[in-house]
């Protein structure tokens, strides 16, 4: 009778926790393909969100290194205040490898390896990381989309001009006319 209590409690116990706590966060993989156009970037994501991005809660080495550092996946909170396209929970975690020790600011390494984001709002074009419950940005920097004074920021080199300057009720409506 004790061995089966035990062991409904542990079967319990492990459904309670979250997917997150069963990845092995170190072995994720960021799909850094990009995209051409700002209309290839709302097709391929699965989920666009206008959030509030908390710092890094956790970094996990992912045991690969370069010349520059290792390499690090982070992961961090999202918190969801309006959902453009998919559907999502109120907060949802984010994963994005950087460099560490953090590279110079004019280093190409950023561009492949971006690290967290800086705590703030947010509109971001997601894709789910295949067997987790983690989304990373599609594109990298491509699907990262700052605001500042209630409008997005095209991100230099990386940011879509389409997607500068627009309200997240702009944005919104831009998304809807091209997505089903």
Not at 19 to 25: H, L
Not at 73 to 93: C, E
Request: net charge positive; with cysteine; glycine share 8%.
């Amino acid at each position: 009778m004790l061995y089966r209590l035990c062991l409904v409690l542990f079967l319990i116990g492990f459904m309670a926790l979250p997917a997150s706590a069963a990845t092995d966060i170190g072995s994720v993989r960021i799909n850094p393909t990009p995209v051409a156009s700002w209309q290839d970037l709302v097709k391929r994501s699965e989920l666009i969100v206008f959030a509030w991005i908390d710092s890094a809660s956790q970094s996990v080495p992912t045991g690969r290194s370069l010349r520059e550092g290792k390499l690090v996946n982070y992961v961090q909170t999202a918190h969801v205040k309006q959902v453009l396209k998919g559907s999502s929970h109120r907060m949802l975690k984010l994963v994005s490898t950087g460099v560490e020790p953090l590279p110079d600011a004019s280093s190409p390494l950023n561009r492949t390896y971006p690290g967290p984001l800086a705590e703030g709002n947010y509109v971001l074009f997601l894709h789910p990381v295949s067997a987790t419950d983690l989304y990373s940005a599609a594109g990298l920097w491509q699907g990262v989309y700052p605001l500042y004074q209630g409008q997005t920021i095209a991100l230099e080199g990386a940011g879509f001009s389409d997607l500068n300057q627009l309200t997240v009720e702009q944005l919104a409506r831009k998304i809807k006319s091209i997505s089903p």
